[in-house]
């Protein structure tokens, strides 16, 4: 049997269907990068030595996700610089290496615990690229990648899910080889056969994301499409024609609806926070309880799964701001089904019609399809005395919409196109679900923030070049990515000065931006104190070769 005919299907894997109530869980991000304030680690041996988190409480942290609402917590065990939170055999670079618990703890281990204590489900993340191993990219780190995978999910119980970052190749250290690597195509160079074989046989039930269970739903914003399907062909792992980034991304978000294609679930990852790790310039700008509840409508409510980024600060323990915002988001997930007003089951299509109590108001509709077969509904629309309320062509895994206003009445109907069973659910939320707050993720409150867009007198595919009238002291720099043009995002950049126009000098070289295609939101980079009028800003390494770069806006954090 091949690849594809073993682990890809066009209905839910086992793993999916077993697991379809875990639909909100957590993604924690801690680590030595918690301690160099960096998204992705370089992967020097030297920073280990900064890892010490001297109040590190699991139990708080995880009872903090519970208040949450939400259901599991999914721990990046290794990330990108090899920095391993187990006392693992396969690299010196790990927890027992560091100051914490004089290099006698076991992360891994503190959560899993906590995870049990508190009744959530427990995953792991273990990166397969490593920035730190001097034999990344030959096949003996593969077998180091191997033995990693069946020491987590054979020493911390039961595994919900296995995550596998698309992260691959680049530079890093290497054992002191500070180079580039490439490591061709993923897919060939890891195994992913043998891998996800690993997988299936040390934890059967445990659903696998970025293999066949689960797929990246193209973004980190918190948002798919209304009409996301699960059905969807992954060229990174079958082969195929590789699309642009852009059409990858929007396949992703989408589904595709060419042959073949395989049930996999969007899940939606994204931070709460600016970026995964802790950076204490993001401290008041973390999503709000509302902004979580729209994200949650957004990914859950549109047939996805929501990963929300928990980001324990230095001492080890989630923040007392994120933890008032988790019990907002808790208790708002609470009106959001506050009191169920009608619930039908159907089977087959064409069009169902239910008598309601004329005096119960509802505002919330839930739509639930029987997937064991795969996505079968292809089009439906529920009316409320003739008038439509909510339509759309895919139900799937699940669909909610939150009306704009309470309504009543007494003649449902639901259509559908396909035939499936359906239930349909009815709620009234709670009459405070929707106070508006502003959004902070999106927004900065430094008042040393001047836009200086207005101001660029030159550009071209690759640079902008800015004169701000005057030199002017300034630490940083703020660039507002587009998100509708992925293709010229600068990844890599450079910066240079100068007061006349002619004399440049370098001010950043070799500097980029970790997770910008992922997370295009606003990019914020603290610079060394500077006085200058001109600044000049080079991309030279755009998401796609040869793409012209081009940005939302651009500014300044002044010091004058």
Request: a negative charge.
């Amino acid at each position: 049997m091949d690849f594809q005919q073993k682990y890809f299907q066009r209905v839910p894997s086992a793993q999916i269907l077993a697991q379809l109530d875990t639909e909100l869980y957590g993604l924690i991000h801690f680590s030595v990068n918690t301690f160099t304030n960096k998204e992705w680690g370089y992967g020097n041996p030297e920073d280990a030595q900064l890892f010490n988190p001297v109040e590190f409480d699991s139990d708080q942290i995880v009872s903090a996700a519970k208040d949450g609402g939400l259901k599991g917590i999914i721990l990046v065990c290794k990330h990108h610089d090899g920095f391993c939170l187990w006392r693992t055999k396969t690299t010196t670079h790990n927890i027992s290496n560091c100051p914490w618990r004089d290099g006698k703890g076991d992360m891994v281990r503190e959560f899993s615990d906590s995870c049990r204590k508190f009744g959530l489900k427990f995953g792991v993340y273990v990166s397969p690229w490593d920035r730190n191993s001097a034999v990344y990219g030959t096949p003996e780190y593969v077998k180091i990648f191997e033995e990693q995978i069946r020491e987590v999910l054979t020493q911390y119980g039961e595994i919900f899910e296995m995550w596998f970052d698309g992260a691959n190749g680049g530079d890093g250290w290497y054992g002191g080889a500070c180079e580039k690597r490439n490591i061709g195509i993923a897919r060939d160079y890891y195994n992913w056969d043998r891998i996800f074989g690993i997988v299936r046989e040390l934890q059967p039930n445990a659903r696998i994301f970025g293999g066949p269970d689960l797929r990246w739903c193209g973004n980190e914003r918190g948002h798919i499409p209304a009409d996301s399907s699960a059905m969807y062909f992954p060229p990174d792992l079958l082969g195929g024609t590789s699309p642009s980034p852009a059409e990858h991304y929007a396949m992703m978000q989408n589904g595709t609806k060419d042959e073949p294609r395989f049930f996999m679930v969007p899940e939606c990852d994204f931070p709460m926070h600016r970026g995964w790790f802790y950076h204490p310039e993001s401290d008041g700008l973390s999503r709000s309880a509302l902004t979580l509840l729209m994200d949650y409508l957004n990914t859950v409510g549109n047939g996805g799964l929501m990963n929300l980024g928990l980001v324990p600060d230095k001492r080890g323990l989630i923040t007392d701001e994120d933890c008032r915002k988790l019990r907002g988001f808790g208790e708002k997930l609470k009106m959001l089904r506050e009191q169920k007003v009608f619930e039908f089951n159907m089977s087959g299509d064409g069009s169902f019609r239910f008598d309601i109590p004329a005096d119960a108001p509802f505002n919330v509709l839930e739509l639930v399809e029987d997937i064991a077969n795969g996505e079968k509904v292809e089009e439906y629309s529920i009316k409320l005395d003739g008038t439509e309320l909510a339509s759309g062509k895919v139900i799937g895994v699940r669909r909610i919409r939150l009306l704009k206003e309470e309504v009543c009445g007494r003649k449902l109907e639901l259509t559908l196109k396909g035939a499936s069973f359906v239930r349909l659910t009815g709620w009234r939320a709670g009459k405070d679900l929707l106070t508006p707050v502003e959004d902070p993720s999106t927004r900065f409150d430094d008042k040393a923030l001047e836009d200086v867009t207005g101001k660029i007198i030159a550009s071209d595919a690759a640079t902008l070049t800015i004169d701000l009238g005057a030199p002017r002291k300034f630490n940083g720099f703020v660039l507002t990515p587009d998100p509708d043009d992925l293709e010229g995002l600068p990844l890599r950049y450079a910066i240079q000065i100068c007061n006349d126009g002619e004399n440049w000098e370098w001010l950043a070289l070799d500097e980029g931006f970790e997770n910008i295609q992922a997370n295009p939101i606003p990019q914020r980079v603290r610079l060394k104190s500077t006085s200058a009028r001109f600044l000049k800003f080079m991309s030279y390494q755009p998401v796609r070769d040869g793409a012209p770069m081009k940005i939302k806006a651009f500014a300044i954090l002044r010091e004058d």
